[in-house]
């Protein structure tokens, strides 16, 4: 079977945009691409395409999916069992809600909250979360950076922060170009080599990464907003620019 783009946004609910994203960064590239430039996925397209949602649900980021699902040791069945014991216990979690809802609805005045609690849930999913990392995510860059970060000290890390929050205001001072302005790509390739100086070597792959992240993830949203209302946003969309330009 093979889909379209726009067949597999409308099956999986995904946008084009996105699914046009993940080709770039090379998370799902699709299996062929007609003389007319039609993307053609097929089903070993979309059973990555699951895996991808599986782990999107516990909130990985997309550049630790990718180095999962492309490592060779990637066990499918095994984290097919994980995804479906935290599922199990989202859905007992719901199916606990309901029922406080239910007595709610009939008069029962019982002040219950630990319905609403999601320790359990949270811990499961930080546990699969460092099992996965530790088993199929071991890249270079995660190693170049657990080596860097290890040496620094308390004036380290405040260089860091100092640098960071000068190109964070750089951005924010530029919001009112657009994200193609020669201003505005400056700071974004400073920020890719601030990330290369301190961490690790931030490929255009990486960077794009990132940049994805800073808008789907909202811990990076919430940070990055502190200098600039939609700077997160404005920042994702610079990076995404440059990152095409530099193909």
């Known amino acids: 079977m093979n889909l379209t783009v726009k067949q597999v946004a409308k099956l999986t609910g995904i946008t084009v945009r996105t699914l046009h994203y993940y080709d770039e960064i090379a998370l799902l590239t ?7 430039g039609y993307r053609l996925y097929n089903d070993e397209n ?16 997309l550049k630790n999916i990718k180095e999962i699902l492309d490592n060779p040791d ?14 199990e216990l989202k859905r007992n979690r719901m199916e606990k809600l309901i029922t406080l809802v239910d007595k709610t609805l009939k008069g029962e005045k019982e002040m219950s909250f630990k319905e609403f609690d999601m320790n359990e849930i949270n811990k499961v999913k930080e546990k699969y979360k460092e099992e996965a990392k530790e088993r199929w995510g071991d890249t270079e860059a995660y190693k ?3 080596r860097k970060t290890s040496k620094y000290g308390k004036e380290d890390w405040e260089e860091i922060s100092k640098d960071s929050a000068i190109i964070y205001k750089g951005f924010a001072d530029n ?4 994200v193609s302005s020669p201003e505005v ?3 974004v390739q400073e920020w890719q080599n601030h990330i290369t100086k301190y961490f690790y070597n931030c490929t255009k792959e990486i960077l794009a990464g990132l940049g994805e992240m800073y808008v789907a993830d909202e811990r990076f949203t919430k940070n990055i907003d502190k200098y600039g209302e939609g700077l997160a946003e404005f920042m994702s969309k610079a990076i ?4 095409r330009a530099h193909k």
């Open 30 to 36: 699709p299996a062929t691409i007609t003389e007319a």
């Open 46 to 61: 979309l059973e990555r395409l699951q895996q991808i949602l599986f782990f999107r649900e516990i909130d990985f980021e």
């Open 74 to 87: 990637f066990d499918k069945v095994k984290a097919l069992e994980k995804h479906k014991k935290l599922l």
């Open 144 to 146: 170049e950076s657990n």
């Open 175 to 178: 919001m009112d170009k657009e």
């Open 185 to 187: 790509q400056h700071f």
């Open 240 to 243: 995404y620019y440059y990152c």
